[in-house]
């Protein structure tokens, strides 16, 4: 069975720093990318930062400078880097990925559970 399994959410000061960490299990041949999205009360969810398997990678403007993805390939494990936290970064954060199953032709998308951050001013 594929999980992405999140951990790291919680809350922490405007200013402070939090790192989530997603790890994906379960018969996985290859993984095009992972990343996180996150969804605020009342708000679509929308797009953090995301890596390639090449490690390339994209922000969403408002995370530039503050917010890395770092990656452990061995692990199937991404990471989320957060930096300077701001009120308006608290949010449900969502665990993408685009990966290949084995026995299975094409790829898809799989979500983690979510994690809560909570920034207080």
């Known amino acids: 069975q594929l999980q992405l399994v999140e951990s790291g959410g919680g809350l922490v000061q405007a200013g402070g720093s939090l790192r989530l960490s997603c790890a994906a299990s379960?018969?996985?041949?290859?993984?095009?990318?992972m990343g996180w999205y996150r969804q605020a009360p009342g708000k679509q969810r929308e797009l953090v930062a995301i890596?390639?398997?090449?490690?390339?990678?994209n922000y969403r403007d408002s995370v530039k400078g503050r917010f890395t993805i770092p990656r452990d390939n061995a692990k199937n494990t991404v990471y989320l880097q957060m930096n300077s936290l701001k009120p308006e970064d608290a949010a449900a954060y969502y665990c993408y990925a685009n990966l290949q199953r084995f026995s299975i032709s094409s790829s898809s998308d799989y979500w983690g559970q979510g994690t809560q951050v909570t920034v207080s001013s």
């Open positions: 890596i390639t398997s090449g490690g390339s990678t």
């Open positions: 379960g018969s996985i041949f290859s993984i095009n990318a």
